[in-house]
């Protein structure tokens, strides 16, 4: 890589780190860093998105039976996910600028991750059904209690 034309917003000679990022010898590639602002955005969205992927696992481990915890997937999967999706996008966008090709990516894993949400909801459900076994009764092997008569 001699000779190669490196700026990198300084005029010392590049970094390792520098180098493994080039694309190409003699690309000139600028770093720049993201706005408080963005940073601050990108990581509201991702720490709330996690808060609803954590909350939504416990509240699966707690739930009584198996209908119950697929129904506990739905949050995770309709909001947390997409919001780490999103969180990703502000940051890239804050370091590289607006890229339609990271905001088209972004779309539509967000689409396709609900869709197939919905499909596969609609598939475990089914099956759930379909073993004819009474969700009611609580997974850790305990008693239904008794109906009166």
């Known amino acids: 890589m001699s000779g190669a034309a490196f700026s990198f917003g300084l005029d010392a000679a590049p970094s390792t780190f520098d180098i493994l990022f080039l694309a190409s010898a003699g690309e ?17 969205l ?19 039976d198996a209908l119950s915890q697929l129904n506990m997937v739905g949050p995770a999967v309709g909001v947390g996910i997409p919001l780490l999706i999103a969180a990703n996008l502000v940051y890239s966008w804050s370091i590289e600028g607006f890229v339609l090709g990271y905001w088209i990516r972004g779309i539509v894993a967000i689409f396709a991750l609900l869709v197939m949400s919905a499909v596969g909801s609609y598939a475990m459900g089914r099956a759930l059904h ?4 009474d969700h009611t009764v609580p ?10 008569r």
């Open 46 to 64: 991702a720490i709330v998105g996690a808060i609803y992927v954590l909350v939504s696992a416990r509240a699966m481990y707690l739930a009584p």
């Open 130 to 133: 379909a073993t004819h076994w």
């Open 139 to 148: 997974l850790s092997g305990g008693q239904r209690p008794k109906e009166p």
């Open 28 to 44: 000139k590639v600028e770093f720049h860093e993201p706005s408080w602002l963005a940073v601050i955005v990108a990581g509201t």
